[in-house]
């Protein structure tokens, strides 16, 4: 079991950034994709990106249209998410997740998800 805690959320003005922290514990050594999603107030969960073990990241396009960057620190077992440029089409709550695929299908036959973190962008 793979137990992931997200922290960085909080409030922020809008041009402003913020850095997420994803940490796991557990049984991470199947851990290979780690990936960011969001949920806005009465939106589905959408996908922003995902990275492999190896630094290899995959984006969703139209979601954050080049103003965030996700990595990782292996060593730390923590994946993060810098978000840039932020608009208050970003307020949600962003969770973290973890599986053997990567992508926007990530979770298509299940993950592990942390309880997420909210952050709210005001204009």
């Known amino acids: 079991q793979v137990q992931l805690v997200e922290t960085g959320g909080g409030l922020v003005q809008a041009g402003g950034s913020l850095r997420l922290s994803c940490a796991a514990s557990?049984?991470?050594?199947?851990?290979?994709?780690m990936g960011w999603f969001r949920q806005a107030p009465g939106k589905e969960r959408e996908f922003i990106a995902t990275?492999?073990?190896?630094?290899?990241?995959?984006y969703d396009p139209d979601s954050v249209k080049g103003r965030f960057t996700i990595s990782r620190d292996n060593a730390k077992n923590t994946v993060y998410l810098q978000m840039d440029s932020l608009n208050p089409e970003d307020t949600a709550v962003y969770y973290c997740?973890?599986?053997?695929?990567?992508?926007?299908?990530?979770?298509?036959?299940?993950?592990?998800w942390g309880q997420g973190t909210l952050v709210t962008v005001s204009s």
């Open positions: 990275i492999t073990w190896t630094g290899e990241s995959t």
């Open positions: 557990g049984r991470t050594f199947w851990s290979y994709i």
């Open positions: 997740a973890t599986s053997r695929k990567d992508g926007p299908s990530m979770c298509s036959q299940g993950c592990s």
